[in-house]
């Protein structure tokens, strides 16, 4: 991201990229993170592309795994959210899934935003998703619909 579009980002998506980079520099593991609007459009991302030159996530994805994982993040929240009506089971708060080679976790933010995170096989799951549940407390009040605009506008500008 360029220095003149950074310089444009109003105090709380500013606050958002700050609370992004705590959340990869203090969980250890974790190899992407990112947040998706409820169309599934990537807000927020720990791609090094996506981030502000003074934030740098703890490890470097693969190229495009982010926007991969933006994706995954969209359809999973879309299919457990329709299992839970199915099942008569209400919202989704957390959708985990354990692979051989890490982890994936989707956690509700608000109005259907969501945040995913790719993590490493050796991961303390239960630090990824107390550390996962902080973001969301203290974006999911922020994140209104002006400010996802200025977000999807900002990820827009940085591609």
């Known amino acids: 991201m360029t220095a003149s579009i950074t310089y444009r980002l109003s105090n709380e998506a500013r606050n958002l990229h700050w609370l992004l980079s705590n959340l990869v520099e203090e969980v250890p593991g974790l190899v992407s993170v990112a947040v998706v609007s409820s169309d599934g459009l990537l807000l927020l991302s720990s791609d090094p592309d996506h981030m502000l030159p003074d934030t740098a996530p703890a490890l470097v994805s693969p190229k495009g795994s982010t926007a991969d994982l933006a994706t995954i993040v969209s359809g999973l929240g879309s299919l457990t959210i329709g299992a839970a009506h199915l099942m008569d089971g209400g919202g989704v708060k957390q959708t985990m899934v354990a692979m051989e080679h890490g982890s994936l976790f989707v956690m509700s933010i608000s109005d259907g935003s969501l945040l995913g995170v790719h993590a490493a096989p ?33 990820m827009e500008s940085a591609s």
């Open 122 to 154: 050796d991961c303390d799951m239960s630090i990824v998703a107390y550390h996962m549940a902080l973001f969301v407390g203290r974006a999911g009040h922020v994140l209104t619909p002006e400010l996802r605009s200025e977000l999807r506008k900002s």
